[in-house]
């Protein structure tokens, strides 16, 4: 075969090996003995998209129109490459050892939320797009677009340990194939990896010394662990997000602080200017340097006598009333901008966090299955003690703001009325004038305002309030000290988290390394049990597919061939398990009215396997009714024997209990919470009540309310018990909660206070 001179293409080193893109417009180049590899486009120049001098040791092409490729080096860190710019979407660790093997598994049946374009819907590692993109963990995060239809990674590596990551940047679980399979003291090093077309199973092709074996992973474990990783990251990044939109708040309330007490002291200075410069002479007789307004204001209140100083500010006043009206108005603004913030904004997100950080906790406290996320207890209780310090000052501060309007109105109609006085003398003042001033239809307390001229040199206690605010503030940046990574780095707890997401080192890498391994210790080695309990088949029939190879050296290329052999069978053996599987099932629904999915959920809750049911239970489109125990019976139908079917409806409820959150915090509030545990739990299970935007009404005021007073505390009230264990012992804050002097919190707060306590008290409740 002849080539044409102008289609021959050359490379820089020479070739070691050569792989296409499932599309062949494609393809990358790895050199044989120099760090050189590069992605180049089938064309006539052969551009090269992406070149890289760094050592690479695997790469593979994603099946998908985007042409996204993940390339592993040998310094074990794993690039996502967006082919068609050529540019680096991100990069993570996969370990410490150099990456024998990646495989990706994808669905191409499902479509994901991805953004459209005119070639059709793309599926895979779509970015999410953020208004503040400068923090570490949100880079990370923006891989969550698709994880309805998640992309997962399988990396092996030299040492035998094969991590698996969703969306190609979140640990999913790492494990030790050694350790799996029971064969300590031998090198496994995996070769080669593939799919089942259902992507059911994952197989994998190793050497062991001399011989070769094939293993397979049951991949539908996956399912209640990514949600498990997207809850948990999005519970971190909006808990840090609210951190932010608290501490900006902060910073306006300081703004609105700061105008209204350039107006106090303006106001503070006209009146000593105008006292110092009627009584000059008087004070320089005495030798005093200032004039305390304060002692002047005492003397008119109480005795009514009014100094020259005075007098002659007054006399000003009463020609400019109007200006003294709007300052009072400018004032009261300011201050009324403060409280709007503080209740509305930081003293509801403040509430918001808690019940994140609580959640978190929940979870911190399954180590068992949680543990390789890096949670740390102690942290977020710590972050939980300061937010309720900080909840409580900021109480306080709103009660000081209220203080301070009254105190500024108070004092401007005192001095409203005493200009009339000055202005008018015994006689009545114009009507017309009088009426058409608003401070005169409120009647001054002369009481609050010589207990304020007595106990502070401060007349409207600005100063206590521009105290309490630099606290609050300062508190608010300790505390995302806590949460924020740019600012702390590797001692926080968002950082943590952040580094268990990127497959990053935690803390104590040999501790991590050991709560892995228990986690998943024994995934592979527990194959059969799965085909003999959702198969029903005898051991003879399934051990060919997952007993070793046994004395067989191959190739790369028969490696290839072996694999494919062996992923065709279990697919055909695979459909023909399935079409029977599903037979007994619909015969089982038609004669209970039941969908097979139900039957399925219910069967895996009786194994034990908590966490899977979760997704089952999230696709149901059948209306189950949980509260009638004969409808569960009538579910269990197949179960074996050794499960109690008392415990099985028990563990049903505690998962939808565990399970249907607000996931999407757009609202924000424990009325979300109410309808979604009540609607699921008692009425039906729908992905559509998963949906807090579904709940939003019009005019939901009075019935949030009335639902947070009563229905879901008594809701609350009668299933506590049902929640599990490790999710109760979480909850010993609640007696911290009820406790309002332990934090600070003002005794007499009145009936706001309760409404407020109440409605926090009933949201931990409810977590």
């Known amino acids: 075969m002849e080539v044409e001179e ?13 792989v296409w893109c499932p599309s062949m417009e494609l393809y990358g180049v790895i050199a ?46 794993l690039v996502i490459v967006n082919t068609d710019d050529g540019t680096e979407m991100d990069e993570i660790m996969a370990g410490k050892s150099p990456i024998t093997a990646i495989e990706v598994m994808t669905s191409a049946e499902e479509r994901s939320r991805g953004k459209k374009s005119k ?24 891989y969550l677009e698709g994880y309805q239809n998640p992309v997962f990674c399988f990396v092996a590596n030299e040492e035998g340990q094969l991590s698996i990551y969703m969306n190609g940047a979140f640990p999913v679980t790492h494990l030790s194939i050694a350790n799996t399979m029971q064969l300590e003291g031998h090198d496994i090093l995996v070769k080669k990896m593939k799919t089942t077309k259902d992507l059911s199973k994952l197989f994998m092709l190793s050497n062991i010394g001399p011989s070769s074996l094939l293993m397979t992973l049951d991949t539908r474990f996956l399912g209640y662990k990514s949600g498990a990783i997207h809850a948990m990251a999005k519970l971190i990044y909006e808990s840090n997000e609210y951190v932010s939109f608290i501490q900006k708040n902060y910073e306006q309330c300081w703004t609105f602080f700061s105008k209204a007490l350039k107006k106090y002291n303006a106001e503070l200075f006209l009146i000593e200017k105008a006292c110092l410069k009627a009584e000059k002479a008087l004070y320089e007789k005495q030798e005093k340097k200032s004039k305390d307004v304060r002692e002047d204001l005492k003397m008119m209140i109480m005795y009514s006598h009014m100094t020259k100083g005075f007098e002659s500010y007054l006399s000003k006043i009463a020609t400019e009333r109007k200006e003294l009206v709007k300052r009072d108005e400018i004032i009261q603004t300011e201050l009324e901008e403060i409280l709007k913030v503080i209740t509305k904004d930081i003293m509801t997100s403040i509430e918001v966090i808690l019940l994140k950080l609580s959640t978190l906790r929940s979870y911190s406290l399954i180590k068992e299955k949680y543990q390789i996320l890096g949670l740390d207890t102690e942290m977020i209780d710590q972050a939980i003690e300061k937010l309720f310090v900080l909840y409580a000052k900021s109480e306080q501060l709103n009660l000081n703001v209220v203080e301070a309007k009254l105190n500024t109105k108070n004092f401007y109609t005192f001095i409203n009325k005493l200009s009339f006085k000055i202005d008018n003398g015994d006689g009545a003042p114009d009507e017309s004038e009088y009426a058409l001033n608003p401070l005169n239809k409120i009647i001054y307390d002369s009481t609050r305002l010589l207990k304020f001229l007595e106990s502070d040199k401060d007349l409207f206690k600005m100063n206590n309030l521009k105290s309490l605010l630099e ?14 990574t740019s600012k702390t780095p590797d001692k926080t707890l968002m950082d943590n988290l952040v580094k268990a997401f990127a497959g990053k080192k935690i803390s104590d890498s040999e501790e991590r390394e050991s709560h892995s391994q228990e986690k998943i210790s024994s995934i592979v080695a527990e194959i059969k049990e799965i085909f003999q309990q959702i198969y029903k088949l005898p051991e003879s029939r399934i051990s060919k597919y997952y007993q070793p190879l046994q004395k067989i050296q191959l190739t790369s290329s028969e490696n290839d061939q072996v694999l494919d052999f062996y992923v065709d069978s279990f697919n055909e053996f695979d459909a023909k398990e399935e079409s029977k599987l599903r037979k007994r099932e619909v015969n089982l629904c038609d004669r209970n009215g039941y969908k097979s999915d139900v039957i399925t959920a219910v069967k895996y809750c009786c194994r034990n396997d908590i966490n899977v049911i979760c997704i089952y239970f999230q696709r149901l489109d059948k209306k189950l009714d949980l509260s009638d125990s004969h409808s569960i019976n009538l579910c269990l139908y197949e179960i074996p024997e050794n499960y109690d079917i008392t415990e099985a409806v028990f563990h049903t409820k505690n998962i939808l209990l565990g399970i249907l959150r607000p996931w999407d915090d757009s609202e924000s509030n424990s009325y979300i919470l109410k309808i979604n545990l009540e609607k699921a739990v008692f009425k039906e299970i729908s992905t559509d009540d998963l949906n807090p935007n579904r709940n939003n009404s019009d005019d939901g005021s009075e019935d949030e309310e009335k639902c947070m007073e009563y229905n879901l505390e008594e809701f609350v009230k009668a299933n506590f018990d049902e929640f599990p264990r490790e999710v109760i012992q979480s909850h010993d804050i609640i007696e911290k909660i009820n406790d309002r002097d332990a934090y600070g919190l003002a005794s007499s707060g009145g009936k706001q206070w309760s409404v407020v306590h109440k409605r926090r008290n009933v949201l931990f409740r409810s977590i």
């Open 6 to 18: 102008s289609n021959q293409q050359t490379f820089s080193a020479d070739i070691g090996s050569v």
């Open 32 to 77: 044989k003995d120099e760090p050189v590899f590069e992605i180049r486009r089938c064309d006539v120049n052969s551009q090269a998209v992406f070149p890289s001098e760094k050592e690479v040791s695997q790469f593979m092409f994603m099946d998908d129109k985007a042409l996204r490729t993940i390339i592993a080096y040998k310094d074990s860190s």
């Open 119 to 142: 070639k059709g819907t793309e599926k895979y590692l779509l970015p999410i797009e953020f208004k503040e993109s400068t923090k570490k963990f949100k880079r990370k995060l923006r």
């Open 471 to 484: 606290k609050s503030s300062g508190m608010m940046s300790t505390f995302s000290k806590t949460l924020d």
